[in-house]
């Protein structure tokens, strides 16, 4: 019997930031998370801030920061377009961290609406970071 699994493509402007199968994937979308597996209805959803979470085989489980976008699933395929794609090795935990301080500390001098939105929107992307960070070491104490 066949495999039962879905092509994952995720494309950033800059590249294919990857191209497999995987058994699941879970993603953070505007209207919450959401799972997909090999026989989902076609569907496409706008992605938020987060961290997504791909499935491969019983215990492998790999994490990709995304920073919103567009996904579709149609005929088990789903495809990611994204703004930037980033993998827990490529994060600087230390410097999210200090981006987080920062961008706190001048949200509370903003007046101007349109800087508000843009350091919120900072802030989430460093959040998401220093999350994604995380997701390897937190794997090791599970195992």
């Known amino acids: ?12 402007p800059n590249e294919v930031a990857l191209d497999e199968p995987a ?15 090999h026989g989902h209805e076609p569907r496409c959803m706008v992605l938020d801030y987060g961290i997504m979470r791909i499935f ?3 215990a492998d489980e ?4 995304v920073y919103g976008g567009l996904a579709q ?13 980033e993998w827990p090795h490529e994060v600087d935990a230390d410097r999210s961290r200090g981006e987080q301080e920062l961008i706190k500390e001048r949200l ?7 800087e508000i939105l843009r350091d919120e929107a900072l802030l ?6 220093v999350e994604l960070s995380a997701y390897p070491y937190l794997a090791k104490i599970v195992e």
Do not use: P
């Open 1 to 12: 019997m066949a495999e039962k699994k879905i092509n994952l493509r995720i494309i950033t």
């Open 23 to 37: 058994d699941m994937v879970i993603m953070r979308c505007t209207t919450g998370d959401m799972g997909i597996m």
């Open 56 to 58: 491969d085989g019983d």
């Open 62 to 65: 790999r994490w990709l920061a």
């Open 73 to 85: 699933i149609k005929d088990n395929t789903l495809t990611v377009m994204t703004g930037e794609a």
């Open 108 to 114: 509370q001098d903003h007046v101007d609406e349109v």
């Open 124 to 129: 989430r992307r460093a959040l998401v970071q």
